[in-house]
């Protein structure tokens, strides 16, 4: 709770509808993407400044990979952008940043301006923020199936010693903790493949409004429709 606030522990969020933001407004799409910026600010400052410990932001599917090539440079581009801009941002307020995803067909200097804001970033307490970029629930399954795989190969590890915990701590970002509540944007009533073993148990919440024009009312809204909720985890709850 922050004053009559009910505050989750981890959230995810799915930053959706940028391109209808642009589209509605008769510009490009990638007009959306560049003001959804300001709604990462101003999401990241507040989940920091409300006591959340988890934040993870949903920036870019593997199956986003098969938009059109034009957007996703300019996406990358605008990634890149973020990565340097947003550095303060993360230091004033304390945030460490994780990559959630795979590296392989992310270019170098995205990859760079990422090394090095994590690195910079490293040591800070107050907030994780982990950004899926290249992510994909269904590939994060598949890239652990083949550690823990390779793990058995090896000898480290006995087939009868693997049971969730043992999944979880090999996928991607194991500190990030299970999302307590789910937030998508936009009104799409569908996962889009983000943290499928992780949101097991988390609560859903839809907004409408697109991404771009997501604040931090809308934030509280999300947070006090949570705390509305009944988590019950499969138990009998009197
Ligand atoms: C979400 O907005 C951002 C990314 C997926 C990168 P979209 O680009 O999906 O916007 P809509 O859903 O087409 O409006
Ligand atoms: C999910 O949004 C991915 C991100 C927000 C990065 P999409 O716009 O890609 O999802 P679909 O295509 O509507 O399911
Ligand atoms: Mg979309």
């Known amino acids: 709770m922050m004053g009559d606030l009910p505050v989750p522990r981890s959230v995810a969020i799915i930053m959706d509808g940028n391109g209808r933001w642009a589209r509605s407004r008769g510009?490009?799409?990638?007009?959306?993407?560049?003001?959804g910026i300001q709604a990462v600010r101003e999401t990241v400052e507040e989940c920091a400044r409300l006591g959340v410990t988890s934040l993870t932001l949903y920036a870019f599917s593997?199956?986003?990979?098969?938009?059109?090539q034009r957007e996703i440079d300019l996406l990358m581009?605008?990634?890149?952008?973020?990565?340097v801009e947003e550095r303060k941002t993360l230091m004033d307020n304390g945030v460490k940043l994780l990559h959630v995803g795979r590296r392989e067909r992310l270019g170098p200097s995205v990859l760079a301006r990422l090394d090095e804001t994590i690195a910079l970033t490293a040591a800070n307490q107050r907030m994780r923020l982990g950004l899926a970029i290249s992510y994909g629930g269904r590939a994060e399954i598949v890239d652990a199936t083949r550690r823990i795989a390779e793990a058995v190969r090896d000898g480290r590890l006995a087939p009868e010693r693997i049971d969730e915990s043992v999944i979880r701590?090999?996928?991607?970002r194991p500190e990030l903790e299970d999302p307590d509540l789910l937030i998508r944007t936009a009104g799409?009533?569908?996962v889009s493949n983000f943290l499928l073993w992780q949101i097991s148990y988390a609560e859903l919440h839809v907004e409408s409004v697109c991404w771009p024009d997501f604040r931090k009312e809308h934030l509280h809204a999300a947070f006090r429709a949570f705390g509305g909720r009944v988590r019950k985890f499969g138990a009998v709850v009197p």
């Open 62 to 68: 593997e199956e986003n990979w098969s938009r059109p």
């Open 188 to 190: 799409e009533l569908r």
């Open 27 to 35: 510009l490009e799409r990638i007009f959306g993407h560049e003001r």
């Open 169 to 172: 701590a090999h996928l991607y």
């Open 77 to 83: 581009r605008l990634l890149e952008r973020f990565l």
